[in-house]
Each structure stands twice: as C-alpha cells, then as structure tokens.
C-alpha cells in the first residue's frame, strides 16, 4: 500500500496551495484519511483527518479556517487545501491511512500506512 503526496513547494506568506495524497495498490474508499506536518525541531502533529463517510476532525488550532481536508475516492486522493499560509506553516506535510474508516483520528499511532511527505516552505 503506497501513498504520494504531491503539491509542496515555496510561497509567500498570504498564498495558498493545495495537497494532494494520491493511494496506490488499494481503494482508499474504506480507509479514515489522514494529514500530518512535522516542522524543524518539532515533533509531528496531527493537522485534519476524514472518514470514509466524510466526517472531518481538525486538531490544529493554528490551522483551523485556513486548511480544509477533502477526499475524491473515484480519484483514490485525499487533498489539504491550505489558505492564507504563515511562515510558522513551514513543515513536511505528510498523508496517513488506516482502516476502519468510520472513525479518524489526529494521533500517528492510529494510522498504518503513510506518505514519504512533501515540503511546504512559507516564507518572502
């Protein structure tokens, strides 16, 4: 089971991106999603997860309205759009799988399968 995060990259304080976390070798319909940062010097923390039915749990209070998790299961992606991005974003943004799905969680020890992490870089 594989994961691919994709959409890190440098921007200016202000911008916004948008993650993406594509599976491979399994149908990620059944599976609770799951996205991670881990900054410099820091230890990772969870940042939003989603069931498989949709149900949304945000454990950064830093984040909170600015970054909004959302899944395509016919595209087998789970996505992090991040708004009004600040330098203390600075992190490798990592995706996280697991099963059941009913249920997610903010906790690494929850999920199984995880992403190799992409670099998003705020700064002017």
């Known amino acids: 089971l594989q994961l691919r995060e994709s959409g890190g990259g440098l921007v200016q304080p202000g911008e916004s991106l948008t993650l993406s976390c594509v599976a491979s070798?399994?149908?990620?319909?059944?599976?609770?999603l799951g996205w991670f940062r881990q900054a410099p010097g820091k230890e990772r923390e969870g940042v939003s997860c989603i069931t498989s039915s949709g149900g949304i749990g945000n454990f950064a209070d830093a984040v909170k309205g600015r970054f909004t998790i959302s899944r395509d299961n016919a595209k087998n992606t789970v996505y992090l759009q991040m708004n009004s991005l600040k330098p203390e974003d600075t992190a490798i943004y990592y995706c996280?799988?697991?099963?059941?799905?009913?249920?997610?969680?903010?906790?690494?020890?929850?999920?199984?399968?995880w992403g190799q992490g992409t670099q998003v870089t705020v700064s002017s």
């Open positions: 996280a799988a697991d099963r059941p799905g009913d249920y997610c969680s903010g906790s690494q020890r929850f999920y199984s399968y």
């Open positions: 070798e399994f149908a990620m319909e059944n599976y609770a």
